[in-house]
C-alpha cells in the first residue's frame, strides 16, 4: 500500500435528505482514485417545482473521474435507490450490479417509457455473492425491507471493511424473505468491520418495527369482516404485502383487481421470478362491475396522493369501469412521505364525499415500516462491531438522532457526513477533508438540466404572476401604426376599478411609446424595455403584482 493511499466515502445524495441516495466509496491517492458507487436514486419534486417529473442528484464531480470509477452496484429497487440509474448510466457506462428482481424492473419500466429511457446491462448480483472490482471485493448480505431481493454491502479494501446497510429492518416473521442474515452480519463483526454506513430512516423511533405477519393478520380480519368491496393502496414495490391481501382475499371467497401501471409492472416481475406462485389470477377491469360488492378486493396505486393514480381518479370518479360506493372501505396500507400529507388527505376528503370508510394505520396495524427503529439499529452494532459508524439516509433530525444513539452506545467514532463531504475512512484521522461538487437536477419530459437550464425559476414565476406579451408596430416616421397586439395569461380579468386588465396595459404600452420623442424612438431596444417597465408598473398599480412581461417593437 502506498503511504496516500486512503479510503473515502463521498454521498452526492440521500445524507441530509430522505431519498435520491448515491453513495461513492474511493481508494487511492487523491489525485488516482479508484471509485465504486452503490445506488442511483431518484426524489420526488414538490409543489415548488411545476413541471418537473423527477429529481435526480448532481454527479458532475465524476465527469472528471468517469475513468476511475470501476462498477454501480445497486442494493434494491426502491425509485430512492435506483430510479435514476437508466437518466444516468449513459454518461458513465460502467458495469452495473443488481438482483435479478431490479433488473426486472428496470427493464420493464425501460419498456413503458421506451422513448425516454435506454438500455442497462445488468450483471446479476444477489446476496451471497461477491463482486472483485478494482481495489475492492464487494459482497451482498442479505437483509429484510418492504421489497423483494434486498441486500447490504460488505466492502473490503486493502484498509478496512465497510459494511453498507441500505434499507434494512429485522422481522422475524415478513411476508417475503429473505430474513436480515444476523449469522452472516455477526461473522462480518469477527472478520472485523472499520465502518457501518447506516440507514437513520427511523432513528428517532424506539423500539422494534412491527412484523409484517401482523400486518397480514391485520388486513386478513378487515378483509373477511368487511361487507362492501374493499380496496387496499401500497406501494407498488411491496410485492409481499400484495401477495399477503391476494391470498387473505382467496380465503374470503374474493376476487383481486390490480389497478395501476406500476403496480401491475411489479407485479408481472414477481410473477416472471416466482414470487407469486401459488396466487390465483387477477382479475380485469371489465369484469369488475359483475361481482358483487362483497366478492371483490381491489390493490391500487395512490398511496401518496398521486394525480393521476388510479386511488385519486377513484375519489374523483373519473373511472370508467371502475367505481366505489357508499360503504365501501380504502384502506391506506402505507405511510405518507412527508410533503405528501395534502395530496393525501384531498383524496380522503373524496372518498369521504362518496360515503366510503378510510382504515389508515392509526385505525389498525395496516402498515408497518421497511426501516430499523433504535433497538433494532443498537443490535446492528452489537452483530458487526464497528469502529466508525456513519449515519445515511436520512434528513438532518435522523441523522442528529443516529449520531447520538450510536454515540450513547459505545461507538467512538460516529463523524458528522452530509452530500458532497468527502470523509476519509481510512488511514489516518476519521474526518472530512474536502467537499466535491453535488445538488440536483432535474429531469422534465425528455430533458434534464440544471435549475437555470429548465428555466423552472421563470416557470414558478410564471405561477404567481402570468405573463403578459405584447407586440407595438412603428411605421417609418416611428409612429404608432394601428392598435398594439396585448396576449395576457394568467392575469385577473378586472383592476380595482372594475376595468379591464388588459385595456390598462394596452394603454401603458401606448403612453410608453409615445412619452417619448419621435427623434430617440430609433432605438428599438430601448422602446421595448421602456414598453416592458410601463406594463409591469400598470399591472402592479392595479393589481398589486408585476407579471413577467414580453415586449416586441417592429417597425415597418
Avoid at 493511499?5 to 489525485?31: H, K, Q, R, S, T
Avoid at 390490480?258 to 407485479?267: H, N, T
Wanted: proline residues 6%; negative net charge.
Amino acid at each position: 500500500m502506498a503511504k496516500q493511499d486512503e479510503l473515502v466515502f463521498l454521498p452526492l445524495g440521500g445524507v441530509g435528505e430522505i431519498g435520491m441516495n448515491l453513495a461513492l466509496y474511493g481508494y487511492g491517492p487523491p489525485e488516482h482514485r479508484q471509485w465504486i458507487m452503490v445506488d442511483c436514486g431518484v426524489t420526488f419534486p414538490g409543489p415548488d417545482l411545476p413541471g418537473v417529473d423527477l429529481v435526480l442528484p448532481d454527479i458532475r464531480f465524476l465527469a472528471s473521474e468517469r475513468k476511475n470509477l470501476k462498477a454501480i452496484i445497486i442494493t434494491h429497487a426502491h425509485e430512492d435507490h435506483y430510479g435514476a440509474l437508466a437518466d444516468l448510466w449513459p454518461g458513465l457506462n460502467v458495469p452495473v450490479y443488481a438482483s435479478g428482481f431490479t433488473a426486472g424492473l428496470l427493464e420493464a419500466k425501460r419498456n413503458f417509457e421506451k422513448a425516454t429511457i435506454g438500455e442497462v446491462p445488468v450483471t446479476p448480483f444477489k446476496a451471497g455473492d461477491t463482486i472483485n472490482v478494482g481495489p475492492f471485493s464487494i459482497e451482498g448480505v442479505a437483509v429484510n425491507h418492504s421489497i423483494p431481493e434486498p441486500m447490504s454491502l460488505m466492502i473490503r479494501t486493502p484498509v478496512g471493511n465497510v459494511i453498507h446497510t441500505g434499507d434494512w429492518k429485522i422481522d422475524h416473521e415478513p411476508s417475503l424473505g429473505p430474513l436480515t442474515d444476523e449469522t452472516r452480519f455477526r461473522q462480518l463483526g469477527d472478520e472485523g468491520v472499520l465502518a457501518l454506513m447506516c440507514d437513520s430512516t427511523n432513528a428517532l423511533r424506539d423500539g422494534v418495527s412491527p412484523s409484517e405477519k401482523d400486518v397480514s393478520e391485520s388486513l386478513r380480519k378487515i378483509i373477511e369482516n368487511a361487507e362492501g368491496r374493499v380496496a387496499i393502496t401500497t406501494f407498488s414495490s411491496n410485492v409481499g404485502r400484495i401477495r399477503t391481501v391476494a391470498e387473505a382475499a382467496e380465503a374470503a371467497g374474493r376476487e383481486v383487481l390490480l389497478l395501476g401501471s406500476s403496480l401491475k409492472r411489479v407485479v408481472n416481475v414477481a410473477q416472471d421470478i416466482g414470487l407469486m406462485e401459488g396466487v390465483k389470477p387477477f382479475i380485469s377491469e371489465d369484469e369488475y362491475g359483475y361481482i358483487p360488492r362483497d366478492k371483490v378486493v381491489v390493490i391500487l396505486t395512490g398511496s401518496q396522493g398521486e394525480s393521476r393514480a388510479a386511488l385519486a381518479k377513484l375519489s374523483r370518479d373519473e373511472m370508467r369501469n371502475v367505481a366505489f360506493a357508499a360503504g365501501d372501505i380504502v384502506v391506506f396500507s402505507s405511510r405518507a412521505i412527508p410533503g405528501n400529507e395534502k395530496a393525501i388527505q384531498d383524496i380522503k376528503n373524496g372518498l369521504v364525499e362518496q360515503g366510503v370508510h378510510i382504515i389508515t394505520d392509526t385505525e389498525a396495524l395496516v402498515h408497518v415500516s421497511g426501516h430499523p427503529r433504535r433497538n433494532e439499529l443498537q443490535r446492528m452494532y452489537e452483530w458487526t462491531r464497528p469502529k466508525i459508524v456513519v449515519p445515511v439516509h436520512g434528513e438532518a433530525t435522523h441523522l442528529t438522532a443516529h449520531k447520538e444513539l450510536a454515540e450513547q452506545s459505545g461507538i467512538a467514532l460516529v463523524p458528522r457526513v452530509r452530500n458532497g463531504d468527502i470523509l476519509r475512512l481510512a488511514p489516518g484521522p476519521v474526518e472530512v477533508i474536502g467537499e466535491a461538487p453535488h445538488g440536483r437536477i432535474y429531469k422534465d419530459g425528455t430533458l434534464i438540466g440544471d435549475f437555470d437550464e429548465m428555466g423552472i425559476g421563470e416557470r414558478k414565476k410564471l405561477s404567481y404572476v402570468g405573463h403578459v406579451a405584447v407586440n407595438v408596430v412603428l411605421d417609418a416616421r416611428y409612429d404608432i401604426v394601428g392598435d398594439p397586439d396585448l396576449v395576457s395569461i394568467g392575469l385577473p380579468v378586472y383592476d380595482d376599478e372594475g376595468e379591464e386588465m388588459e385595456d390598462t396595459l394596452f394603454d401603458a404600452a401606448i403612453s410608453a411609446i409615445e412619452s417619448i420623442p419621435r427623434a430617440r424612438r430609433k432605438d428599438i431596444d430601448m422602446l421595448q424595455e421602456a414598453v416592458r417597465r410601463a406594463i409591469r408598473s400598470a399591472a402592479n398599480q392595479a393589481w398589486g403584482k408585476k407579471p413577467v412581461v414580453t415586449a416586441f417593437v417592429t417597425k415597418v
